[in-house]
């Protein structure tokens, strides 16, 4: 089940979702976290310092270490604006404290007198304030609970009054809550400690409307990425479907398989590929059994001949003496013949295979050209033809199979003979082509090729209805034999033509 794409590619897009939603929750939130508690902790700190201040005169309230003003400023700042309260919602009530002006005496270390003192504070404020004497009893309590009960057991009182800073945060019972101790100082001299209490109750909501809120965005997202993960994983799905079921049929033959090529990416270049593959597998089969019927027919015209050649002459006209030697040389013909056909297909064969073997060499192509009209030149006159090399001609060094070219120009020069009107000229040039190489044109003006038959001249066994019956002899292999062996000199390998005017065959060679 979960080897299909249709099914992985869903699920590792909802997967990344998770993955991504998770951690960017994970740490926003725990940053959130930290940034308000910071805050509501320097919050309580600054309204320590407002309150020992307006109830001991010259008092000074120790901070943490390290405690930078303006940064916590800023904290305070943006957790107020939360809170929506500033510092000034801290107003104090006070009666039967010292009169202004007045100090403590010297040596005078306690706050004994706050005991005595009535204080109101805002109703707006939810803080809660103890001011504790240097021995850890409340003074003071903003609820009116605790006065005189001893706090020194309270590990924050008890290091507050060694005169060490000391919050903590607690978050483990139903109410979370922070909690501060500022130690107070009067010229040096530890007076008390200022202890609040703050609950957390603005920041857990906060904090879990947030939570809240990314849930819910998070489901979203894995909702929209498992829509999308669905359709993007049919889409792929379903080309790569149908292009396993057309390869499947290809296996077992059906070389006509054709997928449909619904847009530009891999996957459409890759179903452009596939009908690319398939149109020339079944060209190529089609070729092949092409190929086998024109192997057929061409080899049965001569098997033929020569069977009935065979039964005449075992009927008696093996006697006739002249009428032996005609049969004799009828068969000699066939027999020709066929071993021209196998030769041919030989070649061919070792062309596909890369197997011809060629034996380069820097020779006079020049020369191989006027050896081959002179080789020709009397079966060109039998037609009235004139077979002539153009004056002129000049062709770089080139390296190449002399053997191998001649039969190409043979092959070239015989069509040429073959399909020209009598008193005709075939010519041959060489010149220098593209890139040094040596560029060899047979131009002749015969009967030309038809125009619809032009793009298949080349093919084996082709031959045009008109231009290349079998009434001139032939078996539609010279020109395929030509450019193959051409081409596996790393030439190229042409023909222009106009019906009636004549046809040029051309052929590049490399240069050396």
Known sequence: ????????????????????????????????????????????????QITAQALIPGA???????????????RVSIYNTIQQQQSDNLSLQTENLLLPGEELAPGEADLTYLADASLQFSAQLETRIRILDAQGVVLVDSRQEEQGINLQADPLVAQALTGQYASRTDQSGPEAAMYLALPTLVDNQLVGVVYLSQPLDDITTVLRDLRTRWLLSTAIALLLSGIVGLMLSRAIAKPLRQLTEAAGAVARGQFDQQVPVRSKNEIGRLSRTFNEMTARLQAARQMQTDFVANVSHELRTPLTTVKGVVETLRDGAVDDLEVRDQFLESLETETDRLIRLVNNLLTLSRADSEALNLRRESSDLTGLIQATIARLATQAATKGLTLKMEPGSQTPPVWFDPDRIEQVLVNLLDNAIKYSKPGGTVTVSVAAGPDQSALVQVRDEGIGIPPEDLPRIGQRFYRADRARSRAKGGSGLGLAIAQALILAHGGQLWLESQEGQGTVVSFTLPAS
């Open 1 to 48: 089940m979960f080897s299909s794409i249709r099914i992985r590619l869903p699920l590792s897009y909802l997967a990344v979702i998770i993955l991504a939603m998770g951690l960017s929750g994970f740490l926003l939130l725990s940053f959130l976290e930290r940034y308000f508690l910071q805050a509501t902790e320097d919050s309580l700190i600054t309204q320590a």
């Open 60 to 74: 000074i309230s120790t901070g943490p270490p390290g405690d930078v003003p303006a940064e916590r400023a800023d």
